[in-house]
């Protein structure tokens, strides 16, 4: 599902509500942005502390900073896209499905040395993972390749 901002709502329990309701709406199983990063961070292991990549107005990064705090990760801050990178994060993630981040991702992972999540990306992998689809796609990152 091509949407992040509002799947961020509500923390946690936010998510869980939008979920549940489109999956509803559309009688079938539906993976959100949300959902799909922290399960990303969750499958690489050893994540607590991360930042975020955002293009939302601060009160939007509050709401997502408070979705990814209810999940169990210490934000440490969201970066601007042109800031450097934090040494004291595990992660990057980048939310916002409406920017194109699959590949800068991968390459900003390569060159960091550090995991690099793009929303777009961890949806996909993520609805693939619900359905036990394990093939192995280069060129979007480590989730996709190895995960």
């Known amino acids: 599902m091509g949407m992040s901002t509002i799947t961020f709502y509500g923390g946690d329990k936010g998510a869980d509500e939008f979920q549940a309701k489109d999956e509803t709406a559309a009688n079938i199983g539906v993976s959100i942005g949300s959902h799909s990063t922290t399960a990303a961070l969750r499958a ?13 107005f601060p ?20 970066i601007c896209l042109n800031c450097p990178n934090g040494p004291d994060v595990d992660a990057l993630v980048q939310v916002g499905t409406n920017l194109t981040m699959a590949h800068p991702a991968a390459e900003a992972e390569r060159s960091l040395g550090k995991t690099v999540i793009a929303i777009n990306t ?7 993972s619900t359905y036990d689809i394990t093939d192995r796609i280069s060129g979007f990152g480590r989730l996709l390749e190895e995960s």
Request: charged share 25%; aromatic share 20%; proline share 2%.
């Open 59 to 78: 009160a939007a990064n509050e709401r997502v900073q408070k979705y990814f705090e209810d999940s169990g990760f210490e934000v440490v801050r969201d």
């Open 122 to 128: 961890a949806t996909y992998w993520n609805a693939l």
């Open 44 to 56: 690489y292991g050893g994540i607590e502390r991360i930042a975020f990549i955002s293009p939302y």
